[in-house]
């Protein structure tokens, strides 16, 4: 059982559900918006969520709030900036914290981006995927590379400094000169952070029942060797498997979930997880899914579900997140993250180190090369 003296940093995610038109490829919990958002009732139940929710989290600071979705810039900046508001009034956040909202190159406007960085938001993450017209056509998207290059402009001009382009490789047809070609526009547009994510195929997505033509294993692998040297000669600095950033502009919110720090969820199908020094219980929990059922819900039932993590989930949890670190984690961390005792890990992990999978540094244990490669098997280790 968990023993917290000191609880996990505490992270606030929530979810818009919402996109003009579902991508093939898209699993997130994001629904085609048929006509008009129901903006106003939508803000009122993630508030009414939000207050029923505090008592869980009493006295807490938060340290990153990301509103992710779905497409969140599609709301108004009005009701963006009634929910920061909210979390103001509500909530004690942290000094200089960063609040992320994330925003489809198809929805930019450039007095709507004004308003949300005057909301509060300063940093924006840009669906970009592609800049080539021919691939974001293939992946469904409703924006072209010009608007792709526009609202980074836009958001420039709106006072964001804090920028980070989504892009996707592995693409239907792609060559590894084209994956290229998008990670250096990506590059010379300068933003902060850049996350590379390899296009996967999943169930329940139109691209699952109709699968498109991807490269080969052996290209992606090239492509992904040449571009992480690109980035890197560039001075993005890879930090987890998919995600790569300038000196001190680490994403805050996403490095919480990755030392498995704690995350309030508020939104339909938004999942949080909250450590408890009383009971000395972790907990995971999910909101309900279909945005309807979320707004209609009273506020204490809009949880769907909800488990409390036994000791061997928190472990294997911890290691899943913590490991697809660079940098590893620290005995400190995982002592305040899972109140769990270090003692538990320390044969596993000497094991592995023996091995070659992990090395040890002065705070803890990160993956070596052949760790990050073998990360699953590395991972399996702590089930
Ligand atoms: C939750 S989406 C939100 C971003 C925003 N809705 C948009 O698409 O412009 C976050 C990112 O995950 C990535 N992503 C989504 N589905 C993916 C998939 N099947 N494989 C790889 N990356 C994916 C995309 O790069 C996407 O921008
Ligand atoms: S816009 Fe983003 S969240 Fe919406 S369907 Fe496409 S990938 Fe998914």
């Not at 129901?38 to 207050?51: H, K």
């Not at 090395?359 to 590395?378: I, M, P, Q, S, V």
């Amino acid at each position: 059982m968990p023993d917290f003296t000191t609880l996990p940093p505490l992270s606030l995610y929530i979810h818009l559900p919402w996109c003009v038109k579902k991508c093939p490829y898209c699993d997130f919990n994001s629904h085609t918006y048929k006509s008009g958002l129901p903006e106003d009732e939508y803000v009122d139940a993630l508030i009414a969520d939000l207050e029923v929710q505090l008592p869980d989290i009493w006295g807490r600071s938060i340290v990153s709030v990301f509103i992710g979705g779905g497409t969140p810039s599609l709301f108004s900046a009005a009701s963006i900036s009634k929910i920061i508001n909210t979390l103001r009034s509500h909530l004690n956040l942290a000094p200089h914290i960063e609040i992320t909202m994330e925003a489809n190159p198809g929805t930019v406007e450039q007095q709507k981006f004004n308003d949300f960085f005057a909301a509060g938001i300063n940093r924006l993450s840009i669906g970009i995927q592609s800049f080539s017209d021919e691939k974001l056509k293939a992946l469904g998207r409703i924006h072209t590379a010009g608007e792709a290059h526009n609202a980074v402009a836009v958001a420039r001009k709106a006072g964001f400094e804090n920028i980070n382009l989504d892009l996707m490789f592995g693409l239907p047809g792609q060559s590894i000169a084209e994956g290229l070609d998008d990670l250096k526009q990506a590059i010379e547009l300068s933003p902060q952070h850049i996350s590379w994510y390899q296009l996967t195929i999943e169930p329940n997505t139109v691209f699952y029942s109709q699968p498109p033509t991807v490269p080969e294993d052996d290209d992606v692998w090239e492509l992904q060797q040449q571009g992480q040297k690109l980035l890197a000669d560039a001075g993005y600095q890879q930090y987890e498997v998919s995600a790569y950033a300038k000196a001190g502009h680490q994403c805050q919110h996403n490095l919480n979930y990755w030392e498995f720090g704690d995350y309030l969820a508020l939104g339909a199908g938004a999942h949080g997880k909250i450590s408890r020094s009383d009971s000395g219980e972790v907990k995971r929990y999910w909101q309900l899914r279909q945005p309807k059922a979320y707004m209609q819900a009273e506020a204490a039932e809009k949880t769907s579900d909800s488990e409390v993590l036994e000791t061997e989930q928190i472990v294997f949890e911890f290691m899943l997140n913590a490991l697809r670190l660079k940098q590893g984690f620290s005995i400190a961390s995982f002592i305040q993250n899972t109140g769990l005792s270090a003692a538990l890990i320390a044969g596993t992990c000497e094991q592995a180190v023996s091995d070659g999978l992990l090395e040890k540094n002065e705070a803890g244990f990160a993956a070596t090369e052949r760790g990050y490669l073998f990360l699953n098997d590395l991972i399996n280790r702590f089930s």
